[in-house]
């Protein structure tokens, strides 16, 4: 049953610390893609890469978030220092361009619900 | 700037009734387009698409959903609403970057 894993599924941290975040695309696919979801601003596109490299992240906040893959069965998201309002869920998605553009669909994770006090 | 709107935040609906949920986008290129459903405390699962061809499009649990491109509407419908309905629906579009765009998203409610 292929599915996109992240880990944890559910964080809570102090303000100050450092929070990581992490995700297992499907097997084969080579496209990521890294939101946020809040009840004010809805799915925000934080991120996103192919074939590793990443192709655009203006819609994340450069000071204190960062994303990576350290290979391809890997990504993750990291915030330091961590800050309330980065309160919200991120989800994590794949898909894969291998059968012509991405057109076929993103699946996603079922997300990480992170809560910094 | 490309978009999606979504015009309805929550929508009511009575179970059996049909409902429509909207959906308008901005681009000025051809985009591919999507239906997402969300169930309370899960991700995001694919409803339907529209790649080119046909503007109907027919999707999972009953769901069906038109391209209108003179409108830049995608409009989502079901003829009848079932309890197990009630989800957060997501319209959403892929541009050239093969970045996918949401809308921020409708309520379904189902009333007995």
């Known amino acids: 049953d292929a599915r996109v894993t992240q880990t944890p599924r559910h964080k809570v941290t102090e303000m100050g610390q450092e929070v990581t975040m992490r995700c297992q695309p499907i097997?084969?696919?080579?496209?990521v893609f890294w939101y946020r979801q809040t009840m004010m601003q809805g799915l925000e596109l934080l991120a996103y890469f192919r074939n590793r490299a990443p192709l655009d992240d203006s819609g994340m906040p450069k000071d204190r978030f960062s994303a990576e893959m350290p290979d391809a069965t890997l990504a993750t998201l990291k915030i330091q220092p961590s800050e309330p309002r980065d309160s919200a869920v991120y989800f994590c998605?794949?898909?894969?361009?291998?059968?012509?553009?991405?057109?076929?669909?993103?699946?996603f994770g079922q997300g990480t619900r992170l809560t910094v006090v | 700037a490309q978009s999606v709107t979504q015009l309805d935040s929550q929508v009511p609906v009575f179970e059996e009734a049909p409902v429509e949920l909207r959906c308008n986008y901005s681009?000025?290129?051809?985009?591919?387009l999507f239906w997402y459903v969300q169930y309370p405390n899960q991700g995001l699962q694919l409803l339907l698409k529209y790649l080119s061809g046909s503007t109907l499009v027919k999707g999972i649990n009953g769901f069906e959903a038109e391209f209108n491109k003179s409108q830049t509407s995608f409009h989502l419908r079901k003829p009848s609403v079932h309890i197990s309905d009630t989800a957060e629906y997501f319209c959403a579009f892929m541009n050239r970057d093969d970045k996918i765009i949401f809308g921020k998203g409708t309520r379904l409610h189902i009333l007995p």
């Open positions: 681009s000025s290129v051809s985009v591919y």
């Open positions: 097997l084969g696919h080579n496209t």
């Open positions: 998605a794949s898909g894969s361009d291998k059968q012509g553009p991405l057109n076929t669909e993103a699946f």
